[in-house]
């Protein structure tokens, strides 16, 4: 499961195949069963692959194909733990 909440509000959630992030010390791609992490975001593309209905945040997103859409941040907080990813962004 991914989140992605801004202050205001949850952007998104959905079930998800992989998430690619721009980790502070450089990207890196979370898969079903990661380790447990904590990173700081820096700026760049996160990149979102699987079966996604995009709805509310078509502003911000990049549809690249059918399974995967990319969204821009600048900065943020990335948590994966027990299958689920938050990451906080404004």
Do not use: W
């Amino acid at each position: 499961l991914l989140e992605i909440i801004s202050p205001e509000k949850t952007l998104f959630e959905a079930e998800v195949d992989s998430v690619s992030v721009p980790g502070s010390d450089g990207s890196f791609q979370m898969l079903n069963n990661h380790a447990p992490i904590v990173s700081t975001l820096a700026n760049g593309l996160i990149k979102i692959k699987g079966n996604i209905k995009i709805r509310g945040i078509e502003r911000v997103v990049y549809q690249i194909s059918s399974n995967e859409i990319h969204l821009k941040v600048s900065s943020g907080v990335v948590e994966m733990k027990q299958n689920k990813i938050i990451i906080l962004s404004d």
